[in-house]
């Protein structure tokens, strides 16, 4: 039976639920790690792979499973 993995990025901050000033705080920095990550041209390290036990074949989405790759990593 075949192994998958998921391809993901994986950035957030833990925030009170009731706390509107603290979760606009985090989004703002979330924000601004993300265009940091663009900026200094590492959101492609900032990618990681995760294993996914519980998944199938037809979790892959159709566009990956093309032979031709939908775009470039440069």
Known sequence: MAKYQ????????????????MQEHAKQCLYEDIMNLVKYNELYEAITLVDAPGATEKDIPEFLLNEEPCCSTE
Request: charge should be negative; hydrophobic fraction near 30%.
């Open 6 to 21: 998921k391809v993901t990025l994986d950035l957030y901050y833990m925030v009170r639920d009731d706390d509107e000033s």
